[in-house]
């Protein structure tokens, strides 16, 4: 029974690292795999009893002086192959390619390099998990079974090997391979012996697979003598330190253990003999990669690559899966150092390993059988997890996360006995305690591994099967939501406003709202699709721009807008009187109220003019600080906005909803029918002058301003021209790079002090001048936008002279 619910968490890992690997998609067995299928290729050489690849190198390498350059051989080489004369070899490990890929090539053609990883990756876990489960047993018989089933199911997750076989190719391959042969070396030589084994067979299949680790890996030479010295007890056992022939049998041991050992070197060597004519070359100096070759036996690249294999922290994202690996080295790297920067450190992404620290205390009092052997084996095991990736980068100046597969269970294992140990030699509320840490820690380090997983190496799953990596983001959102909640500033903002929209807009398209700086900022958007129709737009920091259907709004009306952004969520909802109207989801940017923009765009030096809203906006802040009667104000009615000189004294004859607009400030107020309230108003449907004129002498044929507008290059103006003594005509200019002047209306008679009244009504597209009562122009166009600010009385705009460039009469309110 305890075996059978250990056996259960291993194949649900196992199947987690499948499902990995073929990153929810078919593997493609039985379909050809092609040439950058490095092990199927080498394997079909290997099949056609040769050592070098079927693939023959293009003639332009052999035109090249520099065939080994980077930059050079780019267009034309076989990426990562070893080119050596006129042929390519391969510097991975042949194990894998000769134990797993050739047999299964002659029995189903090529096998998919990721499927190969699963399969090597999942017998790696299963002999890794051997030896856990015989230590366990051996020194601590008392552990309960779930805390086996745990132990287990933490080294299967944080033991790097699902984030090694995301994407997986030749690389992991290799890699999985090596840690497989690492493994149950490992397994044998702990076993070598016990329980009626014979002590022989135990250390040759040891020995063995250590050499075809090193078959898989080179590197793998470098921790050959620390996973050797977990032989040690077995070759010095008591049953061989005395009597007759005590030195021969040891003799025998070492022999059995070394022979396999050194005899898979022999054949490494011939293999490289026989391809590179030295018995230790690989091929990597003939490597023809995307860098230059990497420096050896550097001392500078230990401490760089302890920093990246032990300490680079990842980045935490409020996105799925989290967590990212992201190595950024905080000085500078030696000088050819090779690194990926999807890496993070091990004491950062499984900080269970950092219980090894204090394994002295911890076994002095704990209950565990053969305590000194124990202490012997946790720590070699722990010798050959550190020695393994230093020793590495000294001779080799390289980092990667996926190299942390090689050496994670030399350190997981014995921290995983020492938590265990930690639990049973506690009582009551210690006990409590070291559980407590041991559920956060390594559900950390477990749930971590899973979490770097999804991303992997070069974020395969997002990039290749981006349904499935959306569809567990929606299955993740609740978590994404939550954690928000928990950690981010500036999350959501609820703005409310009252909002009159005008009867045409000025632009195609204007700011509602935005929010941001003036860096990254969402906006939202209004257009108008037809009289009284409009439509809402956003535009977020990131993403496509999202719209709405086509909404009913009464011009002038005022409607009580409430917007919240929430930046966890990702939405923007309005709600308008109460009802919701529509929402957005879009991965907006940080909401600050202090960052939150009315009617415009951000505000900064430098930042980009996004126009204004041609409509009526009274913020909540105007409500909370004004008196009361701006939260039932009277729709703007279809009139034309009073305009003034001065703010000194109201016009006479206002209805109520009928704008007025004072020449020198800023907005303008509308009358409720019992007094006149400050709106924001930046642009105007319908405006009307009246003034008093007396017109100058100015000679017949010219033309003087008598009131312009516009905003921007868009201007327009009525101007006055006199056709003779006492009579003048009006007409319409318009500005487009110079001033174009209208059809004037019929000539009328003028006196001194006549009431004029000019009507611009952009709406219906109309102007229209009446001289004592009198019309005495109307002319139709599409008018320029009404600038509240940009109005001028007998005035022509700054720098753009209309006729005379002022009217040379006199003008009274």
């Known amino acids: 029974m305890r075996d059978r619910a250990v056996f259960v968490v291993l194949l649900l890992v196992v199947a987690f690292y499948f499902w990995t690997a073929s990153n929810g998609k078919p593997f493609g067995v039985g379909q050809p795999q092609g040439e950058e299928s490095f092990y199927n290729v080498l394997a079909d050489a ?25 930059a050079r051989n780019d267009p034309f080489r076989l990426h990562d192959a070893s080119l050596y004369k006129g042929k390519y070899y391969l510097y991975f490990g042949v194990v894998p390619a000769f134990l797993l890929f050739v047999p299964w090539q002659l029995v189903a053609g090529d096998l998919p390099e990721n499927l190969g990883a699963a399969i090597l990756g999942a017998a790696a876990l299963f002999v890794w998990g051997l030896a856990l489960r015989r230590m366990i047993r051996t020194h601590l018989p008392g552990t309960p079974l779930w805390m086996e089933a745990g132990a287990l199911l933490t080294l299967g997750l944080a033991n790097v090997m699902p984030f090694l076989m995301r994407g997986a190719v030749v690389y992991e391959v290799a890699i999985a391979a090596g840690t497989l042969f690492l493994g149950a070396a490992v397994w044998f030589l702990l076993t070598a012996g016990e329980g009626g084994r014979p002590l022989a067979t135990g250390l040759a299949l040891g020995g063995l697979c250590l050499g075809l680790a090193v078959g898989c890996r080179p590197n793998h030479v470098l921790v050959a003598p620390f996973v050797l010295v977990l032989a040690g007890p077995a070759v010095l056992a008591p049953s061989h330190a005395g009597g007759p022939g005590a030195t021969e049998r040891r003799g025998r041991a070492a022999l059995a253990l070394l022979a396999p050992l050194l005899a898979v070197g022999l054949l490494l060597g011939l293999y490289n003999h026989a391809r590179f004519g030295s018995w230790t070359q690989f091929g990597t100096p003939y490597q023809l990669g995307g860098m230059r070759p990497v420096p050896w036996f550097d001392p500078r690249a230990v401490p760089t690559a302890f920093y990246f294999h032990f300490l680079a922290p990842p980045v935490f994202k409020l996105d799925f899966p989290f967590l990212l690996p992201h190595g950024a080295y905080p000085g500078t790297t030696p000088e050819g150092f090779f690194t990926d920067s999807s890496t993070t450190g091990f004491l950062v992404h499984a900080p269970l390993v950092l219980i090894l620290l204090f394994a002295g205390r911890l076994l002095r009092g704990a209950p565990v059988e053969d305590a000194a052997r124990l202490r012997f084996r946790i720590l070699a095991l722990a010798a050959a997890g550190l020695a393994l990736p230093l020793l590495t980068s000294l001779v080799f100046a390289a980092a990667a996360m996926r190299y942390e597969a090689e050496f994670a269970g030399f350190l997981i294992l014995p921290a995983l006995l020492l938590w265990i140990a930690a639990d049973q030699s506690t009582r009551g509320r210690r006990r409590v305690a070291v559980r407590a840490a041991a559920f956060l820690v390594l559900g950390w380090s477990a749930l971590a591994g899973v979490a770097l997983s999804f991303s992997g190496n070069m974020d395969v799953l997002r990039l290749h099967n981006p349904a499935l990596f959306a569809a567990l983001a929606g299955r993740f959102e609740p978590l994404r939501v939550a954690l928000g909640r928990l950690l ?19 632009g195609e398209a204007e700011p509602l709202l935005s929010s941001g700086d003036k860096e990254a900022h969402d906006v939202l958007w209004v257009r108008q699709l037809g009289p009284g129709t409009f439509a809402f737009d956003l535009a977020p920091v990131a993403g496509p721009r999202l719209s709405t259907r086509p909404l009913p709004l009464e011009p002038g009306r005022f409607y009580d807008f409430a917007v919240e952004l929430d930046h966890v969520r990702r939405t923007v909802a309005v709600r308008v009187d109460g009802a919701e109207a529509f929402a957005f989801s879009a991965r907006i940017g940080p909401v600050h109220r202090n960052r939150i923009w009315v009617s415009r765009g951000p505000k900064g030096s430098g930042a980009v003019s996004l126009g204004r809203f041609s409509g009526t906006i009274v913020t909540d802040t105007m409500m909370l600080a004004g008196r009361p009667g701006l939260e039932s104000l009277p729709r703007i009615e279809a009139l034309p906005a009073l305009y003034t000189e001065s703010a000194q004294a109201a ?163």
């Open 488 to 506: 981010a500033s500036d999350q959501r903002a609820l703005v409310r406003m009252r909002v009159a929209f005008p009867e045409r807009l000025v």
């Open 46 to 70: 290997l099949r056609h009893g040769q050592l070098h690849l079927r693939l023959e190198p293009r003639p332009e390498m052999f035109e090249l002086m520099e065939p080994y350059e980077p």
């Open 651 to 813: 016009p006479a004859g206002a209805v109520p909803g009928q704008l007025w607009a004072p020449a020198g400030k800023d907005g303008a107020y509308l009358f409720t029918g019992t007094e006149w309230r400050w709106v924001p108003r930046y642009f105007l449907d319908r405006v009307q002058v009246d003034r008093r004129v007396t017109f100058g002498n100015a000679p017949p044929g010219s033309t003087e301003p008598l009131l312009t507008w516009g905003a921007g290059q868009r201007l327009d103006a009525v101007y006055v021209r006199p056709v003779g003594p006492g009579r003048v005509a009006f007409g319409l200019a318009r500005w487009s790079g110079a001033w174009e002047l209208g059809v004037p209306g019929s000539p009328v008679a003028t006196r001194a002090l006549q009431d004029v009244r000019v009507t611009v009504d952009r709406v219906a597209g109309q102007v229209t001048v009446a001289l004592g009562g009198r019309e005495a122009l109307r002319a139709r166009a599409d008018l320029a936008p009404i600038l509240r600010s940009a109005i001028l009385v007998g005035q022509s705009p700054p720098a753009l002279s209309l006729g005379r460039g002022a009217f040379s009469g006199r003008i009274e309110p």
